[in-house]
Structure formats: structure tokens, C-alpha cells
């Protein structure tokens, strides 16, 4: 009786060994980023177990962050006349939207290779970006001809 009992509990508490405090988007990342807030994103990072996941929820906070700053910098920009960086900021949203269309049929936090690999192209075109973004645009096309090789 006393393991019926428990097990009705666990059951209706829903609670997993594998599950308890990690969020759900932790098990689908599929889920559209554009739902969540960069706030939502990193608190996402931090309630998932699999190094690789929390890794790539905080690089996707990271990515809308910098798309926001860069979105606001570009309003300062259209007020003084110049518009130069909108093509950096939107070769880098495309850039990481391909990759995460081309990757998202083998996401799954299992996929560790995977995972890795879609972390390492948003970070190496956040710094890419950033280094755009500063005006540093040499530099990052040396940059990125020898990440892209």
C-alpha cells in the first residue's frame, strides 16, 4: 500500500529522475527562440543538466542580444544618414537562422556533436559580429576567412 501510495504522488506530481528542475524547452530545441525573452533564454541555460543545451540556450540569448543592440545602433545610424551595418547585421541573422534550419531535424539534447557544432557557429559569428560592430572590419574578415576554411 505504502509504494502504491508514492507512486500515485510521483505520478501525479509528475515528477522524473532525469526531469526535476529542468525546464521543458531544455528536452525541445526545436522550440522557436523567437518566443522566449534573452531573460527567459539564459534562465532556460541554467535550469538544463547537458552541458551542450544550456550552452546553446545561453549562445541564442546571447545572439538576441546582440540583434538588439545592433537594431538599436542601426536606429542611431538612419538618424545620422548612414546605413553601412545593416548588411552586417542581417548577413549575421541569416548566417544563424541557416544553421539553425540546416540542424534542427537532428536537434536533440543526445545529439552532442551536433550541439557542439551549432555552438561553435554562434560563437564564432557573435564574435565575428562584434568585432564588425566595433569597427574593427578587417580584423574580422581575417577572422572569418580562417574560422570558415
Excluded at 560563437?123 to 564588425?132: D, H, L, N, P, Y
Aim: aromatic share 12%.
Amino acid at each position: 500500500m505504502r509504494q502504491w501510495v508514492l507512486a500515485t504522488a510521483v505520478t501525479f506530481l509528475g515528477f522524473s529522475s532525469h526531469a526535476v528542475g529542468q525546464h521543458l524547452a531544455c528536452f525541445d530545441l526545436r522550440s522557436s527562440i523567437q518566443t522566449y525573452s534573452v531573460d527567459d533564454l539564459l534562465s532556460i541555460s541554467s535550469s538544463c543538466i547537458v552541458p551542450e543545451v544550456s550552452d546553446l540556450y545561453y549562445n541564442r540569448a546571447n545572439h538576441q542580444r546582440l540583434l538588439q543592440k545592433y537594431i538599436q545602433f542601426e536606429r542611431s545610424l538612419i538618424h545620422a544618414g548612414n546605413r553601412d551595418y545593416r548588411s552586417y547585421i542581417d548577413a549575421y541573422r541569416i548566417y544563424i537562422g541557416l544553421a539553425e534550419a540546416f540542424t534542427r531535424q537532428r536537434l536533440s539534447p543526445d545529439e552532442t556533436a551536433v550541439l557542439e557544432r551549432l555552438n561553435r557557429i554562434y560563437e564564432e559569428s557573435g564574435e565575428i559580429a562584434e568585432m564588425r560592430f566595433k569597427g574593427y572590419d578587417l580584423i574580422a574578415d581575417q577572422l572569418e576567412r580562417r574560422l570558415r576554411l
